[in-house]
């Protein structure tokens, strides 16, 4: 059996898998390291005890943001490439106060000219059904596209796509004229005029007030700038992502919750990019396969 | 005589001009539109009503945000190319309760893939002494490249630096890291990543994610990371700017207060362009213009 715990920023998810490695329970909570901040380990108490008290013995593995410096137990950045054996050869083994051991996996970092890192997408990854070369792009507050050969992380890039949409329409002018309409064309010209990149209309830094003059000089309805906004982001971002060497020859595989994959794949579509969607509750599946290959399980 | 207004979105400015046209008193206010909230009469007469009654019957002329929609006496938006004769011949009257009258200049617009608007650098522009050709830069919140052709302004770009630079600090994960520390050599570095634009190493989308990566690989010192990001932001600004067709075959002339423009002198020289400086008070300059070329004075 295992009790595996993708802990992240604002979600606690944990996974029960049977003898068998078949994934049995889910449960999940708004219980995130940004979130609840009665201590690490009363909150792991308190969300899967009872599961422990039922379980004894069961070995438990941890990913995501709980492994970071803001977190429970800060584990190494492993290097790229870095391998599913890489990391299940790097856990960091904790023990808690009443005696109990968790597991805690490593982040990776890849020290190129744009430096990176990443905690719980590596995970992912494992989880991920390895083939020769494969582009995952991983959408989300800070999305993540990854170069995987096999089941080897060879090179990631990360964009604050979520992030900045967030802050632009809570904070800034551009906020000032939204309402809460949606609009899937003005989403669509969004992406267009990301995907269009840096030409004699602009760049992504002067377009983004396109967002303000259009709808001020009536060539925009304000339920449209939201889209907007937010397809103008997402078409720069695989603009950027394409255009730095990622998806070339292969078809990128989205990777999330099925809303943000639509979306995704909605923009990669308008961009002529073909993609697939991955597996559902890929940390599960990564947690499992580094515990097997770690010798927990 | 003449009373020249430049009422913004965070300050209010009074010129009072002599009979022989020159600048005898200036005056500045915490009192833009967003600031004061008391009925922009009650402001107008709080900050110059002494001088009005000192000097019955004083031509008033005011530009700036006071014009917008959220100001007090909207004015239209004039298409580009717009002309200091153009905006000489489309001010907007406005009587005031007490009976004065009040001249507001009118913004300028411009119906391109990425349309634009301006109020208030329209009137800086016609402060600017003309010469054939000429590009400006007036940074800020959003700060402007504008090309002119004698006083006619013909092109402009807005790009939201300032503004996404603010929320990027306060609001977002890059924020977390961030002390009060700055550093040249942050700024040098993060101009060069930005004005490198889109290559192997990413966009700007992914670049500012470096801005994370970076101290906590300890590539970068926490004190470098605020001037790194706005360098990052800045050479972004330029690089757009000048490969969307701004300050090719003539020298960018910089507008604004003394410290934001060493800050894009600096920034500039980095990117190996040479600058020039734009005489100051520009916004009175192009009052007392406007209102010359009215038949006010």
Redesign the interface.
């Given at each position: 059996m295992l009790l595996a715990l993708d802990w992240g920023t604002t979600s606690f998810r944990a996974y029960l898998f049977d003898s068998k490695r078949t994934l049995v329970e889910t449960r999940s909570a708004a219980a995130g390291i940004m979130q609840d901040n009665d201590g690490f380990e009363q909150v792991y108490y308190r969300q899967v005890g009872d599961w422990l008290g039922q379980h004894r013995s069961i070995p438990v593995i941890a990913s995501g943001m709980i492994t970071s410096?803001q977190g429970w137990v800060e584990t190494p950045?492993l290097p790229c490439p870095a391998s599913l054996e890489d990391l299940s050869k790097n856990l960091t083994r904790h023990e808690t106060s009443k005696g109990d051991v968790i597991f805690f996996v490593s982040g990776v970092?890849q020290?190129?000219?744009?430096?990176?890192?990443m905690r719980g997408e590596e995970t992912q990854m494992a989880g991920l059904r390895g083939c020769s070369e494969r582009t995952a792009v991983l959408p989300g507050t800070?999305s993540k596209w990854i170069r995987m050969e096999g089941d080897t992380i060879c090179y990631f890039?990360?964009?604050?796509?979520g992030?900045?949409f967030a802050?632009?329409t809570?904070?800034?002018?551009?906020g000032r004229l939204l309402t809460d309409g949606s609009d899937p064309k003005g989403f669509t010209k969004g992406v267009e005029?990301g995907f269009s990149?840096?030409?004699?209309?602009?760049?992504?830094?002067?377009?983004?007030?396109?967002a303000?003059?259009?709808p001020?000089?009536g060539?925009m309805n304000p339920d449209s700038i939201r889209d907007y906004i937010s397809g103008l982001?997402l078409g720069?971002?695989i603009?950027?992502?394409v255009?730095?060497?990622f998806g070339s020859n292969v078809v990128p595989v989205i990777c999330g919750s099925p809303d943000l994959v639509d979306r995704y794949q909605t923009a990669m579509s308008i961009c002529g990019i073909q993609t697939s969607r991955g597996e559902d509750e890929l940390a599960a599946l990564g947690l499992m396969r580094i515990a097997a290959a770690a010798g927990l399980v």
């Open positions: 410096n950045y970092c020290n190129t000219p744009t430096p990176n890192i800070h890039s990360t964009f604050m796509t992030e900045i802050v632009l809570r904070h800034t002018i551009l005029d990149g840096l030409d004699s209309a602009g760049g992504i830094m002067s377009k983004l007030f396109g303000r003059a259009m001020l000089l060539q982001l720069t971002e603009q950027e992502a255009k730095s060497g």
